[in-house]
């Protein structure tokens, strides 16, 4: 493994003083290069004839070299660090996102239309025609974030209160990026029954569901339960938002490698939400060689205990996952950290692709195989072809509730790969750029209205 390059969610902001005379800023970024940091923004605070302070915004790559990066100031001759404060920690203070009022309250009057009595006659409104509720209510634009704290990120199974700062991120992603109003569900449960129970009860003020960080293979079921259950959309977004971006990346990297999908041997390494939802939409998007792996290795027929999930994609090779990639020309990774090696690489077919989404530790760094390989992709922001979900989940729901679809199908999830691969235009398409930037705005609109299309033609749009 190398070392991960310095990223801002490892962030410090740092107040120092220093004397007014020639070099001694230097100094200072002398010592912060000399421990790996990446010297950002530098603000000037105050100045006078002995002293100046200046806040300086250094990315790191981990708590302990952010450890390093003070001690190495508090090592310089003159240099006083007055203060100093992760910006991660500090962005989350009180959380990020509020609910505010779209109504002024200034009168009586105003009271009387917003709340009682003028509100009861919106209520009559609704039991006279329930479809109502779509036009006089949140319910036309509000999603449910949904999670037990099962499967949080790459941390794992910690609970409600712990996963709601990811659940409040995914709320300001949906309102950033579609204009999507979400909430976060945060349940202090993890029986499958309760969590599905739950969810219907709550359904009538949200117009569809987004599942989150549940772990497999109950997000299977649970999801499977509630679609069949509720008459809005709902979406696991670990399992399709997911392979949503990995189709759409691999559509563009095998025009790169003038290769096709249906000819080509994937290895997906993870076998959990992802890897399952990516092998199944892969498969009937046109994959006929999949080979799927687990911590184990191969997911070979032969293997007992099965679940439902891996056992429809089990096949008759055996081996670890060192045997898979062997002439295989995608590798998809949903795992762990370090678990490629270059050596598995370059047994490959020729022009490999390989998308090492495993984070914040990718499955085998970029750096050790950037030239042997035809495309690289990882999950991380400060290595190009970023697989983002957040390139599909605002712009399905975006579209869902434009449409007031009942359901979401697959014939979506096409659709949504396709318009997110088109974005990258064929003169702009290369090894590092399959995919288009998180922050393109031309992503959850164009992704919406494939969206929209795809639920007509699917007979699941009511608007």
Known sequence: MVDLNPSSSFSLQIIIELPNR????????????????????????????????????????????ADKIIAA??????????????????????????VES?????????????????????????????EQVYTLTVKSNMVAVVTDGSAVLGLGNLGGEAALPVMEGKALLFKEFAGVDAFPICLA??????????V??????????????????????IEQRLRAELDIPVFHDDQHGTAIVVLAALYNALKLVAKELEAVKIVINGAGAAGIAIAKL?????????????????????????????????????GKLADAMQSADVFLGVSAPGVVTPEMVYQMAKEPIIFAMANPIPEIQPELIYDDVAVMATGRSDY?????????????FRGALDCRAKAITTNMYWEAARAIA???????????????SVFDPRVANSVAKAVVLAAENDGVARN
């Open 22 to 65: 020639p070099g001694s800023l230097a100094s200072v970024m002398s010592a912060i290069a000399s421990v790996g940091g990446s010297l950002g923004d530098i603000a000037l605070l105050q100045r006078n004839l002995k002293f100046t302070q200046r806040e300086l915004t250094v990315d790191t790559a981990s708590i302990e070299q």
């Open 73 to 98: 100031l508090e090592r310089l001759p003159r240099v006083k660090v007055i203060s100093y404060s992760d910006r991660t920690f500090a962005i989350h203070q009180g959380g990020k996102i509020k």
């Open 102 to 130: 779209k109504l002024p309250l200034h009168s009586q009057s105003e009271l009387a239309m917003a709340y009682t009595p003028g509100v009861g006659r919106i209520c009559r409104a609704i039991v006279e025609d329930p």
């Open 189 to 198: 449960t993890q029986d499958s029954e309760e969590i599905i129970e739950t």
């Open 200 to 221: 219907k009860r709550i359904a009538p003020v949200f117009g569809g569901v987004n599942l989150e960080d549940i772990a497999a293979p109950r997000c299977f079921e």
């Open 282 to 318: 892969l498969k009937t998007a046109g994959a006929n060689d999949i080979v799927l792996c687990d911590s184990t290795g191969i997911i070979s027929s032969d293997r007992h205990n099965l679940n439902q999930a891996k056992q429809e994609f089990a096949v008759a090779q055996k």
């Open 384 to 396: 190009p072809n970023q697989i983002n979900n957040v390139l599909a989940f605002p712009g399905v």
């Open 422 to 436: 088109s974005l990258v235009d064929e003169n702009d398409l290369d090894r590092e750029h399959i995919i288009p």
